[in-house]
C-alpha cells in the first residue's frame, strides 16, 4: 500500500486566548498540524483525525529527518486506504498540553510572575471540549467551514463526539473508534494510579522539573507499564508472551527479569519515559476523567447528544477491548437511536484488545473504507 | 454469629535450615501461628488455611492487645461457621517471608558477613512449594499425620493445591477457593508493576531501607493501588464509586482528588504502605510468578496432579473475578477429571471480584457449609 510520503508539520499561532472550561483560558498558543491529500474547490473534503493519550499531528507518513517515523494511523491514511487521501483532505493536529510541538507544560509560561520559565504544572487543565475549541479554530482557519467528518480513537473518539456537540453544524459525519462516553470508575482509577506513580517520583518536583534538569522517569515508566496492560487483551498477551522465560533457567530473583513480559513492559516503560513529558501524561488522563457529557445533561446521554441529531455517526468498537468495551460503544449508539440520529455501529471480532483500534485487522478496515466511501460520494469526490 | 473470641499468636522454632526450590535454603526460622478449636484424640479433625498476598495466620478471632483486630476469614471459621470450629481443630500460620511474625525479610540475616543486619533484599526467595513444606513441618510437630483438609483462597489456594502434590497422603481434602494453576501473562505484568514501582522507589536502597530509617512508601502505595484494582470488579467498582465526586463542584486540577474512587485507592495506598513490607511484597509476587505446577510436569496440567488423584478436592470461583477467573479453575478441574480425581465445583454468580472469595456471601458459604460439614462427618465429629 503507498503512504503519503514525506510530510512535513506545520505550525499556526493563534493570538487570541482560548477560554476554558475550568474558567481559566490558554493564552496565545500555537497548534501543530499536519495535513494529507488536496483540499477541494468548496472545500468539502476534509476531515480532522484526533490523537489519543500517546500520539501526536503525525498520523501518516514519515518525517524527512527522521527515517522510519511512520504516523501512527498510517495503515489508515493515505493513498487508496480506507481514508483515502487521493479523495480526502485530512488533517492531524497536535492538542493543546501535548508533548509533540502543540504549546505545551514545556513551553514558557506568558504569565509575568513566571519570568519566562516553563508552564510545568501551572499549565492549565484542559478537557475534550476545550481541545475541540482550539480544533474548530484551525479547521476555520484552514477556510473550512463544514468538515467531511471527524475521526478518532479512544480519546481520539472522545474529542470526535465533542465535535458533534459543540458544532454540529460544522461536520457532516463523527467516526468514533474504541471509545467511551466516560469513563468508568476502574479506568479513572487505572490514571490515578499512573497520576500518582509520577508526582510522588521525587524527581516530579511539584511539576517543575524542567529547571532542576531532570525528568520523573520512574513514574512515567510505571505509568506506562500500567497503561500497556489495558491497552492489550488478556488473551493477546497470553498468546504473545504466556508465562514464557527469557532464560532457559529460572533465576529465582525478585528483580531479575524471568518472564518475557516483564521484559517487554519494562522495555515500553524505558522508551517511554525517554520522550514523554509527565505534565502531559497528567494533563491527558485528567481529560479523559473529565470528559462527561452526559453530566452537562443530568445524567441523560440520549439529552446530551441531542444537538447532534443532523450529524451521522459511524461507532466502532473491539470485543476484546477490556478499558473501553463494546457495551460502553454500545451506551453511545443506544443514546443516538433514542435521538432517530442516523447511526451505523460495527463490533469487530478482534483479539487484540483496545490497541486493535490502531492495527490493521481486514474487518474493522473494511468497515472504515466502506464508510468513508460513502462519505466521499457524498462530497463529490 | 459467635466468633472464636480472644486468640493469641503462638510461635515455633525450627533449628534445621529449610531447602529451597532455587537450590538455597533457609537457615534456623520461626513460624508464627494460631489455632481454633481442639484437636480431637486420634489428631484426623485439623485443619490448615493458606494465606494470601496481604494475609497472615490471624485467620479469625480478636487479639486482646488490639480490638477490632478481626481475623481476615473470621466470617467462614469459627463456632457454627461454615468451617466450624466446635468440630474442627483450625490452623492459621504465617509463611516465611511474610511481615507478619514468621521469619522474613526485616529478621537479622544469619549470614556471618551480615554483622546481624536484616536480611532485607537478601532473604531467599520463597515459592509456594517452600511455604507448604515450611507448613508440613509445623503440622507434624503438632502431632497430626493426616490434616482433615487444607483451605487457601487466591495464593493460599495455590498452596493447597501444592499440598495435594507434595503431601498427598497427609491431607484428605484440598478446598482451593479463587485461584488458578498459575498466574496469566497479565497477572505476571500487574505484579511486574507493582515490583518495578516499589523496588525503584530512592527509599527502597537496593532492599536494605531498615539501615536508612525510611520505607520505600510511595512504591508500595502504587502496588497496592495496582493490587485493589484488580481485586475488585469492574461492576463492583462502578456500582460503589462509578464517576461520583468528591465535592459538588469538579476543581479542574491535576493532583487533587476529583473522584471518590480516587480518594478510596489513596486511602487504601496508605494504609497499606503503613504496615507491609516492601521486600515481603517482592517475594510474595514472586512466588505467584513461580507457581506452575504443569511446568514440573512438561506444561501437562493432568500429569502434574496424578499424584492427588486420591485427595477429594472442592474447587470454588467467582463469576466475577478477572484476577483468577472461572476458566483458570476449570482448568484445575479438568486435569483432575482427566485423572478420575474426586472433586466438586462450584462457580458462584457474585458481583464482587476477587475480593468475593473473603466476603460472606450465602452461596459461596453454602456450599462450603456443606462440603466442610461432609469433611467433619468422614473424620468423625
Known amino acids: ?28 498558543y500555537t497548534l501543530v498540524y499536519e495535513t494529507y491529500g488536496t483540499l477541494n474547490a468548496d ?41 483515502d487521501t487521493d479523495r480526502f483532505f485530512v488533517i492531524g493536529v497536535n492538542n493543546p498540553g501535548s508533548c509533540f510541538g502543540s504549546t ?15 508552564y510545568g504544572a501551572d499549565f492549565p487543565v484542559v478537557t475534550v471540549e476545550d481541545w475541540v475549541d482550539a480544533q474548530a479554530r484551525l479547521v476555520e482557519r484552514l477556510g473550512i467551514r463544514q468538515l467531511a467528518a471527524v475521526l478518532g480513537g479512544s480519546l ?5 463526539l465533542a465535535w458533534t456537540l459543540r458544532y454540529p453544524e ?24 499512573a497520576r500518582r506513580a509520577i508526582v510522588t517520583d521525587p524527581d516530579f518536583h511539584g511539576g517543575h522539573f524542567y529547571a532542576h534538569g531532570v525528568v520523573p522517569k520512574r513514574g512515567l515508566r510505571v505509568a506506562r507499564m500500567i497503561g500497556h496492560i489495558t491497552y492489550l487483551s488478556d488473551d493477546s498477551m497470553e498468546a504473545k508472551f504466556g508465562r514464557a522465560l527469557r532464560e532457559a533457567e529460572l533465576s529465582y530473583s525478585t528483580q531479575a527479569i524471568e518472564f518475557q513480559i516483564e521484559s517487554y513492559l519494562r522495555h515500553q516503560g524505558d522508551k517511554f519515559s525517554e520522550y514523554f513529558d509527565a505534565n502531559t501524561y497528567l494533563l491527558i488522563t485528567r481529560a479523559l476523567d473529565y470528559f462527561d457529557p452526559a453530566r452537562d445533561a443530568g445524567g441523560d446521554l440520549a439529552a446530551a447528544f441531542r444537538p447532534a441529531r443532523d450529524t451521522r455517526f459511524l461507532v466502532v468498537s473491539f470485543t476484546t477491548d477490556w478499558r473501553f468495551s463494546p ?37 474493522y478496515h473494511g468497515v472504515m473504507r466502506a464508510y468513508f466511501d460513502r462519505v466521499a460520494t457524498e462530497v463529490g469526490q
Open 327 to 363: 457495551a460502553r460503544s454500545r451506551e453511545i449508539v443506544k443514546a443516538l437511536v433514542d435521538n432517530r440520529t442516523r447511526v451505523s455501529y460495527a463490533e469487530i471480532d478482534a483479539p487484540h484488545g483496545h490497541d486493535a483500534f490502531l492495527l490493521e485487522d481486514p474487518r
Open 1 to 28: 500500500m503507498r503512504s503519503v510520503g514525506i510530510v512535513t508539520p506545520q505550525a499556526m499561532h493563534f493570538a487570541e486566548p482560548l477560554p476554558l472550561r475550568s474558567g481559566a483560558q490558554l493564552a496565545d
Open 43 to 83: 472545500a468539502s473534503n476534509a476531515v480532522l483525525v484526533c490523537h489519543a493519550l500517546n500520539a501526536s499531528h503525525h498520523v501518516a507518513g514519515e518525517h524527512a529527518d527522521r527515517p522510519g517515523s511512520t504516523g501512527w494511523w498510517d495503515n489508515l491514511v493515505g493513498p487508496g486506504k480506507p481514508l
Open 156 to 160: 481520539g473518539g472522545m474529542q470526535a
Open 104 to 118: 505545551g507544560p514545556m513551553h514558557a509560561n506568558p504569565d509575568p510572575q513566571a519570568q519566562g520559565r516553563p
Open 170 to 193: 460544522r461536520l457532516r459525519h463523527c467516526v468514533a473508534v474504541a471509545t467511551a462516553p466516560s469513563l468508568s470508575a476502574q479506568n479513572i482509577a487505572f490514571n490515578e494510579v
